[in-house]
């Protein structure tokens, strides 16, 4: 059988061997309109489906534990296996992003934007992806940019080692200093610096492996916090290019933002997301959203709660709620049309594949 990770743990917790929707969606072999195994595909590249594990909709018990692995982990025999489900399927349940009209932004060392749509849709320009849902009969929009937080924890190791001193005599995060120190320095403006953040290549929308981060704009005025707040701008103004092409492809004006992820713990980048977005940010009240939407899932699933929409109600509580400064989007809407341009003058004459080339290779 060919199984994914999912299924292989599901296999040796209980000996039965399936997948669900959102994990099948992934492989390429998937019809996402009807939701099963896609005949023709199978037929053209001559695999036998059988070897494929049966989908399931997320949340369906499989099984229980075996004897053996409830003896080795202590759990009692009778605790219930559910099937899990994508990451980034669970964390829009985690965000309570479950119904058109919605969109989620999960900042970590990679960043996710997602939304509900009722009826599968495809961008014919390849720059958002269309999978199934952990939610029965919809699909999940999904645009994902490879490297946000890692970037700045890039920056913490490369140039944050007072902050990392500091952060141990103030117990504070290192992170938590490098706010104090925007705020310092130029919390009410956009830094005077643009950084286009494709540290490892570019993922939506561009799909670029050439790409490379660019830092424009450098004078002798340049600020430690200029740095700083350039790299927070700089995952916001990405977030929002695909933000901006999901709205386009779901005919869906989008006010609210619920955000979650390790980034989205400090009150300095929240308000950055939404005056760059220019939109309401919804803070719920844990970063977690994917573990929190499996668990989501699993109650409704057993009977704890009488549907999903039920269970976001009683379940997700929105901690803060951010105003943008329109004022300011504004100047970041120019900000992102220059990043563009520069992005499309190196992309266009060629130069990053160039580099990549003499430099890289």
Known sequence: KFLTVHDYIIYNLTGEIFTDQTQASRTMLF????????????????????????????????????????????????????LGGGDQ????????????????????????????????????????????????????????????????????????HIEVILSKELKKSPYEIFDMEIEANSSRYP??????????GSAAPYWNPFAKGILFNLTLNTT??????????????????????IEELSKKSIEEVYVGGGLSKSDLFNQIQADVYGKY????????????????????????????????????????????NYELTKKYDAIMRISEEIY????EKGLYKKAFEILDS
Not at 311 to 324: D, H, L, N, R, T
Request: hydrophobic fraction near 40%; aromatic fraction near 8%; charged fraction near 25%.
């Open 344 to 347: 499309n003058a190196l992309e």
């Open 191 to 200: 830094s005077r610096l643009i950084l286009l953040p494709h540290f490892t």
């Open 281 to 324: 940010i919804m803070k719920v009240s844990t970063s977690e959203v994917a573990s929190l939407g499996a668990a989501m899932i699993g109650l409704t699933k057993l009977g704890l709660y009488r549907d999903l929409n039920e269970c976001v109600s009683s379940m997700i509580k929105i901690e803060k709620k951010i105003a943008p």
């Open 31 to 82: 019809n996402i309109d009807k939701f099963c195994w896609d005949d023709e595909i199978f037929k053209y590249l001559e695999i036998d489906q059988d070897k494929f594990p049966q989908v399931m909709t997320t949340g369906t018990k499989v099984g229980e534990l075996k004897h053996d692995v409830a003896k080795k982990t202590g759990f009692p025999k009778e605790i219930p296996v559910l």
């Open 89 to 160: 399927q669970l964390a829009a349940i985690g965000l309570g992003v479950i119904k058109e009209g919605r969109i989620g932004v999960i900042t970590g060392s990679g960043s996710f934007i997602i939304t509900h749509s009722d009826r599968s849709l495809r961008d014919g320009k390849m720059r958002i992806l269309c999978s199934a849902s952990a939610v029965p009969n919809k699909w999940i929009l999904e645009a994902g940019i490879f490297t946000t937080g890692s970037i700045y924890k890039w920056f913490k190791d490369t140039f944050g």
């Open 224 to 245: 430690r916090g200029d740095l700083i707040k350039a790299v927070l701008e700089s995952i916001c103004l990405e977030i929002k290019k695909n933000m901006s092409i």
